[in-house]
């Protein structure tokens, strides 16, 4: 008789904490495996400090294989699943070689990705906080514009540069902000030609008030809180749209920034919109007990999960949040134990101990047992939660001691950037009136427009300026990456134009590599030389 085979696709809180309950719960003859895309746990609140550099990015991951034993843990990407046949389709190793993988009971706990489509330009301008890779470029990110905002003589471009936005003022938003607030302020004074008033952090939110989810005396403290230290914060606003040099509030401003930070916009991964499903709001729909509808042996928990509660006020589904993901992992194993030996189902229902922000600066707000606080003393209790929660005894100890040392230390304002990980190509926006680049400066790719209108206008000191006009489809920077010139154009958005960024060394590459591509190339430089001869 072959064994059962109970396979968990997620290794967030959700199907991590699934994985361990259902080790103790289930017999050791049942056979359980996780599948993940990643080899690690990452415990996302912490992910704010990582950017602040309050702790370091292993100190918010844990190895899969060192938080259970008796699981098997595979490292790959699900691509398809055949409920029918109880099949999983995966790819897995260097060279993505597909696999199939059976299962008697299957766990969905893959949770949600950064959907940055919703809103225009936001995909392209902005920065999600959902993984280790996220912070770490976000890290770099605000490290980058501080070097530069230290030497540039540009007045505007500097004060771009030095304003930081993050939209959405739940926990994440209210967290982040207040960490960057509190990483700027204590980096300031080792960049000489920056002080403290240069630093303009904003927190831009569409609901009437910040954290939402707490009461409003709290949120009016954490509101005023973070208004002392500067922070301007924008309620019932919304943000329409990004570009490459500013943010565009719903109420028509414009505010010139180098760093949008989202953490808005979550959607389905791409696994759970392909599954033959009716999702609601993006989520797989279950029952009370945690169960997909229609299926028997299929089951849904955390934030992919649509899960029905009652009793909890006026909530109809239970909230996105790590308390509820690991309650549901545990109720998710009692329930397959049950099934599998013909007991009744359990259903899921969890009322929260209590919520918790930090909002930078030693400070923060909470909501315990209806016991309402503020403060130094929150404070304390929110890194004493967050140390409960973390797995494995090690990575509680790291993270108390890297807590401790930022009381004593300096912040490690290294920049760790491997330049291979920059995007060789991506989209860029521009509004009307937009400068993209000024005589003297170096491009850095082949422009190529989307849509809109571009203008390149060279003054000449003699006679009427050279004026090209660059339509959907044609390019500008070609030639300057190919010789290696300084710009002796202006290129201006004629209109709110799109236009695709090729790097200079990938251009260059292919147009080495590609024979057609160099022609085609040469074709119109030779082209271009004789018009301006001619002109």
Not at 45 to 69: I, K, Q, W, Y
Not at 181 to 207: F, G, R, W
Not at 487 to 493: D, E, G, P
Not at 502 to 507: A, H, M, S
Request: net charge positive; with cysteine.
């Amino acid at each position: 008789m072959s064994k059962t085979r109970i396979v968990i696709i997620g290794g967030g809180f959700a199907g991590a904490f699934a994985a361990k309950h259902l080790r103790k719960r289930i017999d050791k003859e049942t056979k359980i495996e996780l599948i993940n895309d990643t080899n690690y746990f990452v415990f996302q609140p912490l992910l704010p400090e990582v950017v602040s550099g309050t702790l370091n990015a292993s100190d918010a991951v844990t190895p899969l294989r060192h938080m259970f034993s008796g699981i098997r843990v595979r490292m790959a990407e699900v691509r398809s699943i055949n409920f029918d046949g109880r099949t999983l389709n995966i790819v897995q190793g260097t060279k993505k070689i597909p696999q199939t993988v059976q299962y008697d009971q299957l766990v969905l706990a893959m949770g949600q990705k950064a959907n940055l489509s919703i809103l225009p330009g936001f995909e392209d301008h902005s920065f999600p906080l959902k993984n280790v890779a996220d912070a770490h470029a976000l890290r770099n990110h605000i490290i980058e514009c501080l070097e530069h905002a230290d030497i540039t003589e540009n007045k505007k471009l500097k004060k771009r540069l030095l304003t930081f936005i993050v939209a959405g003022a739940g926990f994440s938003g209210v967290e982040t902000v207040g960490e960057i607030s509190e990483m700027l302020a204590k980096t300031i004074k080792h960049y000489p030609n920056l002080s403290a008033q240069d630093i303009n952090c904003m927190l831009v939110q569409l609901d009437k008030r910040i954290l939402p989810e707490l009461t409003e005396k709290l949120a009016s403290y954490a509101h005023e809180k973070l208004s002392k230290r500067g922070i301007k914060i924008y309620v019932d606003t919304a943000i329409d749209a990004a570009t490459a040099t500013s943010a565009i509030l719903g109420n028509g401003k414009r505010i010139f920034t180098a760093t949008l930070i989202t953490t808005i916009g979550n959607g389905p991964t791409e696994l759970v919109k392909s599954l033959p499903l009716e999702l609601k709001w993006g989520k797989i729909q279950t029952d009370e007990f945690l169960r997909v509808k229609g299926l028997e042996n299929v089951w849904a928990i955390g934030d992919s999960a649509l899960i029905p509660i009652q009793g909890l006020g006026n909530l109809e589904y239970v909230p996105p949040t790590a308390q509820f993901a690991v309650r549901e992992a545990g109720c998710v194993a009692n329930n397959i134990y049950a099934f599998m030996h013909q007991e009744q189902l359990n259903e899921f229902f969890y009322k929260p101990k209590g919520l918790l922000a930090s909002i930078g600066n030693y400070s923060a707000v909470a909501d315990l047992f209806g016991l309402r606080i503020s403060g130094f003393f929150a404070w304390v209790i929110w890194r004493a939660f967050y140390i409960a929660m973390l797995p494995k005894f090690f990575t509680k100890v790291r993270v108390a001691f890297s807590w401790l040392l930022d009381f004593f230390a300096p912040r490690n304002i290294v920049q760790i950037q491997n330049k291979e990980q920059v995007s060789s190509c991506k989209y860029m926006h521009y509004l009307q009136g937009d400068v993209l680049f000024r005589p003297g400066q170096i491009c850095d790719g082949l422009y190529t427009v989307v849509t809109g209108r571009l203008e390149s206008r060279t003054v000449r000191r003699q006679g009427e300026d050279f004026v090209r006009i660059i339509k959907a489809g044609e390019h500008w920077g070609e030639r300057e990456i190919a010789g290696d010139f300084e710009t002796v154009s202006t290129l201006t958005a004629l209109e709110d134009t799109k236009v695709l960024v090729l790097k200079r060394d990938v251009f260059n590459k292919l147009r080495e590599s590609i024979p057609a591509m160099n022609k085609y190339f040469s074709q119109i430089d030779d082209h271009r030389n004789k018009i301006k001869i001619a002109h």
